[in-house]
């Protein structure tokens, strides 16, 4: 069974950082493509950005620049560093370990880690 937990959220200022983490259990690390996504009250999940097994990454237009995801195989850990963070990345943060075979496509998610932004 294949479990992720999220962790390093908090409250922080604007322009301050936040690194999260993502633990994931279960299955061989190394072919997740994993992502994360975030949720602001009231608002639907949005993906923030991914990396695949591969190392590539990709970001949401709205955080590029000031968020960097990597990946450390030997942890079974990715991690979101944050930078210059703004009142508008407050939100729920979700990582998404995706395992796809010929066929389909198996997604597992955590249970999310807030992250507030304010002053």
């Known amino acids: 069974q294949v479990q992720l937990v999220e962790s390093g959220g908090g409250l922080v200022q604007p322009g301050g950082s936040l690194r999260l983490s993502c633990s994931v259990s279960g299955g061989i690390f190394s072919f997740y493509k994993v992502a994360w996504y975030r949720q602001a009250p009231g608002k639907e999940r949005d993906m923030v950005g991914f990396?695949?097994?591969?190392?590539?990454?990709e970001y949401a237009d709205s955080v590029k620049g000031r968020f960097t995801i990597s990946r450390d195989n030997s942890k079974s850990t990715v991690y979101l560093q944050m930078n210059d963070l703004l009142p508008g990345d407050t939100g729920v943060y979700f990582c998404k370990a995706t395992l796809s075979t010929w066929t389909d496509d198996h997604d597992y998610w955590g249970q999310g880690t807030q992250v507030t932004v304010s002053s």
């Open positions: 990396v695949r097994p591969n190392g590539q990454t």
